[in-house]
């Protein structure tokens, strides 16, 4: 069974690009919850794995929000963890893989941001009117 944490996430980098403290400040974090798990890696020694973390929408949702892959643990204290690994990007079927890390900080009931609905119920009916009857 997989356990997993509501966190805020703050990405540290920007296409491998490591921002400085005022970008940082600048970057909207994401709440959700995160999975570690392992990944399957090719040429690894038998009974090493990579490991990624995925970080899933709250409340709920299967599909990540964001994805670390040959993710390592950099720093564990007081203000939370940071993640490093690498990000893949995706251009048609072209993979491009940046360095990544996540300043991570486990969330508690009131520290959540409100659920917001990201699709406009009223917008995708009338869509779907107009491509059944154009």
């Known amino acids: 069974m997989l356990s997993q944490v509501l966190v805020r996430v703050v990405m540290l980098r920007e296409k491998g690009r490591r921002m400085s403290p005022a970008e940082v400040r600048q970057r909207v974090p994401l709440d959700g919850w995160i999975r570690v798990a392992r990944e399957p890696a090719k040429r690894l ?5 990579r490991y990624m973390a995925m970080l899933l929408p ?7 929000i964001a994805a ?7 720093q564990w204290d007081l203000r ?14 072209q993979r491009t893989d940046y360095r990544q890390a996540w300043w991570v900080v486990p969330l508690v009931g009131s520290d959540v941001a409100p659920v917001r ?8 009916l009338e869509q779907i009117e107009q491509a059944m009857h154009p």
């Not at 709250?58 to 990540?64: F, G, T, W």
């Not at 670390?68 to 950099?74: I, K």
């Not at 939370?80 to 079927?93: A, M």
């Open 68 to 74: 670390l892959h040959a993710m390592e643990l950099v």
């Open 45 to 49: 020694p038998l009974g090493q794995w």
């Open 58 to 64: 709250y409340p709920d949702s299967p599909s990540p």
């Open 117 to 124: 609905n990201l699709i406009d119920d009223a917008e995708e």
């Open 80 to 93: 939370g963890l940071v993640l490093r690994g690498l990000e893949e990007l995706w251009q048609r079927k």
